[in-house]
């Protein structure tokens, strides 16, 4: 029998390896950018075309090669990082595999211009599908120029693969965000498509962070550092009331690489507890710089992931240190007088079920006062220390006060007894049980809502139960769907024009979507830089709206659902409505609650939300007897 085993052509060896190393058009731009700092630059430019399917091209003024040397490094495993197995436990650069610029060659169209400084002349190569097609000596500036075109030119069903160019963009700032932040003190620019998305001059971490992430982020940041004989931990984590519904803006570091851990963000979560609302994540960018020898980076192609020596220590390292920063700065919780008490139901004497007005509550608390005073008469003049004290701890214990008001007449303690109705003390004023009022044999006809997130709605084989946030989401996306689709929208203009910041790679996302976004209703445009100017808002929505809340949690939501294989009025209007929704444990009027039955089952599709969330579930007598059968 013939012998079947051989060695793979390096063409095909290449492709092979090209799947691992090269993914999409970010995988290239990780690579190259990484070169580029490994070879010393200081000015890094990246230029991308058609989110890298086109074009990716990557400019430095680093050390640059000789021709032996730009040949030699598009061969498999050919690195000038490590030389010996001792250097892979003490790597400090970002490459060392020596497989990316082969496995880029396999797979696309490449040009490569680089000179030395100390020389004369460059060289040019130029390799398609592995094959070197030139080699010729050229005058070009000292540093390296990359051109990666045509990327998947000879495997089509990998091109097929590729997501829209906004999604394809999106990966690719993240990975350029990601290098930019590590290394501060390199000047990086980004061209889209001849638009500078990113100009960010050499400068400290918390420059570069505003830079990326907007202006606007510069107040939400706060230091972070803790240096011990294992690690040096710096950086920045964002107060609690920044957090956001995505992880995006969450960045860990290890001696300026890039690494995803799950292990890590659960120590930062930990650090937030009880800070957070649920469901939301922190801003961090977290630099660790340790030992190379007691983390093991050689764990995958990508080499995003990594092994710690002792992973329990880094963990309550990184947890201590940003819970004493967010303490330090006063971030975590305390008595604060000055409250609002809209946001306590009891402050103003209210109840769960009605809030009062402020003229109602503030007239409740006037009268409190007044009869703890006996019949109204003045208290001694206090002084303005006083007053203000005296009025800081009645808002504190005014729930209290309205429960525990003193009863000694018996006047009070028979209104007391009247109020206080239980089964045994209204039942106990009649022989026998009877039904004079109807109380027990009248329909219940009103639907009413129990935990302040389902209402229960009676229907004659039984009754519904139905999630009002899922039963919104479905009335308002087959709303806004059908704006989109029938393009006509009514505007109310605001009074005053509002401006509307946001990050470069969050403006490149909102521009693509931005169209869509009017056709709502709104009225946004353009502003140049990183700002949009709103001139008006959909009819439906109040004058007060926090319009920058609103586009911020669309964009948030869009973020989530930019995957997924919907066109984009779908997701825009699924974002819209996930994020316009009332949610749970918003109370309702018995009004309210009939009107959103109401409109639910006018829907087309009244079952689910846009998720695939049940919005109501019914419940048969039947089966409720049988419940009760045991």
Same mark, same amino acid.
């Given at each position: 029998m013939a012998d079947i085993i051989q060695l793979l052509p390096d063409s095909i060896a290449n492709q092979i390896a090209a799947g691992e190393v090269v993914q999409r058009p970010a995988s290239v731009v990780k690579e190259l950018l990484e070169n580029a700092i490994d070879a010393g630059s200081s000015e890094i430019k990246l230029i991308i075309k058609d989110a890298g399917k086109g074009l990716i091209q990557v400019i430095d003024n680093g050390c640059g090669m000789s021709e032996t040397d730009a040949r030699m490094a598009f061969e498999r495993h050919a690195t000038s990082k490590i030389k010996k197995t001792e250097d892979l436990f003490a790597i400090r650069t970002m490459g060392f595999r020596g497989e990316a610029l082969a496995s880029i060659a396999a797979v696309a169209q490449v040009e490569i211009r680089t000179r030395r400084k100390a020389d004369e002349l460059g060289t040019r190569i130029v390799i398609e599908g592995s094959e070197v097609k030139h080699q010729e000596v050229c005058q070009c500036a000292a540093g390296t120029n990359f051109q990666i075109k045509n990327l998947f030119y000879n495997i089509p069903a990998r091109r097929n693969f590729l997501k829209s160019n906004a999604v394809e963009m999106r990966h690719i700032m993240d990975e350029f965000q990601r290098i930019a932040i590590a290394h501060a003190d390199i000047f990086f620019s980004l061209h889209h498509n001849n638009t500078e998305v990113f100009h960010l001059p050499a400068s400290n971490l918390r420059q570069r962070i505003v830079g990326i992430l907007g202006n606007h982020c510069n107040k939400k940041l706060v230091p972070v550092s803790e240096d011990t004989d294992v690690i040096k931990l710096r950086g920045f984590v964002g107060k609690p009331t920044f957090s956001k519904k995505t992880r995006g803006e969450q960045f860990f570091f290890v001696n300026n690489r890039f690494i995803k851990s799950s292990y890590l963000n659960h120590a930062v979560m930990g650090a937030y507890e009880d800070l957070l609302p649920?469901?939301?994540?922190?801003?961090?960018?977290?630099?660790?710089?340790?030992? !190379?020898?007691?983390?093991?980076?050689?764990?995958? @192609?990508?080499?995003?992931?990594?092994?710690?020596?002792?992973?329990?220590?880094?963990?309550?390292?990184?947890?201590?240190?940003?819970?004493?920063?967010?303490?330090?700065?006063?971030?975590?919780?305390?008595?604060?007088?000055?409250? &609002?008490?809209?946001?306590? !139901?009891?402050?103003?004497?209210?109840?769960?079920?009605?809030?009062?007005?402020?003229?109602?509550a503030k007239e409740n608390m006037i009268t409190r006062s007044s009869k703890a005073n006996?019949?109204?008469?003045?208290? @001694? &003049?206090?002084?303005?220390? =006083?007053?203000?004290?005296?009025?800081?701890? =009645?808002?504190?214990?005014?729930?209290?006060?309205?429960?525990?008001?003193?009863?000694?007449?018996?006047?009070?303690? &028979?209104?007391?007894? =009247?109020?206080?109705?239980?089964?045994?003390?209204?039942?106990?004023?009649?022989?026998?049980?009877?039904?004079?009022?109807?109380?027990?044999?009248?329909?219940?006809?009103?639907?009413?809502?129990?935990?302040?997130?389902?209402?229960?709605?009676?229907?004659?084989?039984?009754?519904?139960?139905?999630?009002?946030?899922?039963?919104?989401?479905?009335?308002?996306?087959?709303?806004?769907?059908?704006?989109?689709?029938?393009?006509?929208?009514?505007?109310?203009?605001?009074?005053?024009?509002?401006?509307?910041?946001?990050?470069?790679?969050?403006?490149?996302?909102?521009?693509?979507?931005?169209?869509?976004?009017?056709?709502?209703?709104?009225?946004?445009?353009?502003?140049?830089?990183?700002?949009?100017?709103?001139?008006?808002? @959909?009819?439906?929505?109040?004058?007060?709206?926090?319009?920058?809340?609103?586009?911020?949690?669309?964009?948030?939501?869009?973020?989530?659902?930019?995957?997924?294989?919907?066109?984009?009025?779908?997701?825009?209007?699924?974002?819209?409505?996930?994020?316009?929704?009332?949610?749970?444990?918003?109370?309702?009027?018995?009004?309210?609650?009939?009107?959103?039955?109401?409109?639910?089952?006018?829907?087309?599709?009244?079952?689910?939300?846009?998720?695939?969330?049940?919005?109501?579930?019914?419940?048969?007598?039947?089966?409720?007897?049988?419940?009760?059968?045991?």
């Open positions: 649920k469901g939301n994540f922190p801003l961090y960018v977290i630099f660790l710089d340790i030992d !190379p020898a007691r983390i093991d980076i050689n764990v995958h @192609p990508t080499k995003q992931e990594i092994k710690f020596d002792d992973e329990k220590l880094i963990y309550n390292y990184m947890k201590v240190a940003i819970r004493h920063a967010l303490g330090q700065y006063n971030i975590t919780p305390t008595l604060d007088f000055n409250q &609002e008490t809209s946001f306590n !139901p009891y402050a103003t004497g209210a109840t769960p079920q009605k809030s009062q007005s402020a003229p109602a006996g019949n109204g008469s003045s208290k @001694p &003049e206090r002084s303005e220390r =006083e007053e203000n004290n005296a009025r800081n701890w =009645e808002k504190l214990y005014a729930g209290l006060q309205a429960i525990d008001t003193p009863m000694d007449t018996t006047a009070n303690k &028979e209104e007391a007894a =009247e109020s206080m109705t239980t089964i045994s003390s209204s039942w106990s004023k009649k022989g026998e049980l009877d039904d004079d009022a109807e109380s027990f044999s009248k329909q219940r006809k009103q639907p009413y809502q129990i935990h302040a997130s389902y209402i229960v709605s009676q229907i004659k084989s039984g009754f519904l139960l139905i999630d009002q946030q899922a039963a919104h989401e479905r009335i308002l996306y087959e709303r806004y769907l059908e704006k989109l689709n029938s393009e006509q929208t009514n505007t109310q203009k605001t009074l005053f024009p509002q401006t509307l910041y946001f990050s470069p790679s969050d403006m490149s996302m909102l521009k693509e979507v931005l169209p869509q976004i009017n056709q709502l209703g709104f009225d946004i445009q353009d502003f140049g830089a990183d700002s949009l100017v709103v001139h008006g808002i @959909p009819a439906d929505f109040e004058e007060s709206t926090n319009v920058q809340k609103v586009v911020e949690d669309l964009l948030e939501q869009y973020k989530l659902d930019v995957d997924l294989a919907l066109d984009t009025k779908e997701r825009i209007a699924q974002s819209m409505a996930r994020t316009a929704a009332i949610k749970r444990g918003q109370l309702l009027s018995p009004t309210e609650m009939k009107e959103l039955i109401d409109q639910l089952f006018a829907c087309a599709v009244p079952y689910k939300n846009p998720k695939g969330r049940n919005c109501f579930i019914t419940y048969e007598l039947d089966e409720l007897e049988k419940r009760f059968m045991g």
